[in-house]
C-alpha cells in the first residue's frame, strides 16, 4: 500500500488526556442513578466498568480509540484492537463483543480504512470475540478502536486498588514503546527497536490473563497511557506504598538511549507532572526514570499477586514467552508512596 498515514499529533495512548485533567472534570460530574448491580465504574478508577447480571455472570464494558503512531494501517488497527480489549483481561474477563468506532478523512484512500478495520477485525477473532458493528464519523484526522463487552464472575474479577502489603508486583511487558514511537517519527528508531515496540503492542494480554487465573490475584491493571508510575499510583488507591527494584523491570533498552536524547513525548511530561511528587528515586539515570513515565500503547498487565505465589507465576508467564517479571513489593503506607531503586 503506497499511501501512508500522516501522523496525527500525539499518536496512540500519547494522545489521552492528561489523568489531572480528567480528576478535575470528573470530579464535578453529578452522581448518577444509583444501581446495586453497578460493581466498578469511573468513581474507583477502574479500568472498565462492570456491571451484575445474575449470580453468576457480569458484563465487562470498556472503550478506547486513537490517532496512529505506525506508519502501517493494518498495524495500526491490530494495535488499537489490542490496546481497546486489554481493559477486559484487566479486570479478569474473557472478550465477547466488539464495535467498531472510526474517524476518517472522506478525502483519504478507502483501502487506508479497510487495511485498519481489517488489522483490527483479525485481532477481536484472535481474542475470542465477535465483531459485529460499530460507527464511523468524517474527520479531518485518522482514529480508530473498539467498544468491547465481555464477561466475568461478579465475584471474581480483578480491582485495580484491592492489593495488600506484601504483594509482589509483576509487569508482563517491556516499557518504552512511546518513546520507541517518537524516535520512529523522526526517523531516530532502529529496526530492532521499531520491532520490539510493534511486537510488543500488536500482542494480545489474553495469555498473561489466562494465566492470572491460575494464581492468587489480589489487583490488576494494564499499563497505558498514563505510564508505568501513573498507573502504579493508582493501584496504590492512596492507601499503600510500594517499593519498585528498577533493575528489574522489562525495558526496550534502546528506549534509555533514546530517552538520554530527549526524544520524549508531551504526554510523559504530562504523567511525571501529574505523578511525580509521590515517586521517590534512589540512583536511577535520568532516561529510565522518563521510561518510568512513558506513556505504553497496548501495554502489558501490571499485578499484584500473593508473595508466595509470585515466583511461580513469574515463571509461569515466562514459559508462556511474555517477558514477565517481578519488579517490585506492595508495602504498608509511607510517607512516599512509590520508591524506585536501583541496586546495580
Known sequence: MEEKIIFCKGGGCTAKLGAGILERVLERLPEGNKDERLLAGFQGKEDAAIYRISDDEALVQTLDFFPPMVDDPYTFGQIAAANAVSDIYAMGGEVKLALNIVCF?????????????????????????????????????????????????????????????????????????????????VGEASEDALAQAMASMTTLNKKASEICREFPIHACTD???????????????????????????????????????????????????????????????????????????SGGLLIAVAPDQAAAMEERLQAAGLPAAIVGEITEKKDKEILCVNNT
Open 105 to 185: 478523512p472522506e478525502k483519504m484512500d478507502l483501502n487506508v480504512l479497510g487495511a485498519i478495520m481489517q488489522g483490527g477485525a483479525e485481532k477481536v477473532k484472535e481474542a475470542g470475540g465477535v465483531l459485529a458493528g460499530g460507527h464511523s464519523i468524517a474527520d479531518s484526522d485518522v482514529k480508530y478502536g473498539l467498544s468491547v463487552t465481555g464477561i466475568v464472575h461478579p465475584e471474581k474479577f480483578y480491582r485495580n486498588d484491592s492489593g495488600r502489603p506484601g504483594d509482589k508486583l509483576i509487569l508482563t511487558k517491556k516499557l518504552g514503546v512511546g518513546i520507541v514511537c517518537t524516535a520512529a517519527r
Open 223 to 297: 499499563v497505558t497511557g498514563f505510564s508505568f508510575l501513573g498507573h502504579l499510583h493508582e493501584m496504590m488507591g492512596g492507601r499503600l506504598s510500594c517499593v519498585i527494584n528498577v533493575e528489574d523491570v522489562p525495558v526496550i533498552q534502546e528506549a534509555k538511549a533514546y530517552a538520554d536524547e530527549f526524544l520524549l513525548t508531551a504526554a510523559g511530561q504530562r504523567n511525571r507532572n501529574h505523578v511525580g511528587a509521590h515517586v521517590s528515586f534512589e540512583n536511577v539515570p535520568f532516561a529510565m526514570e522518563e521510561v518510568l513515565f512513558d506513556p505504553q500503547t
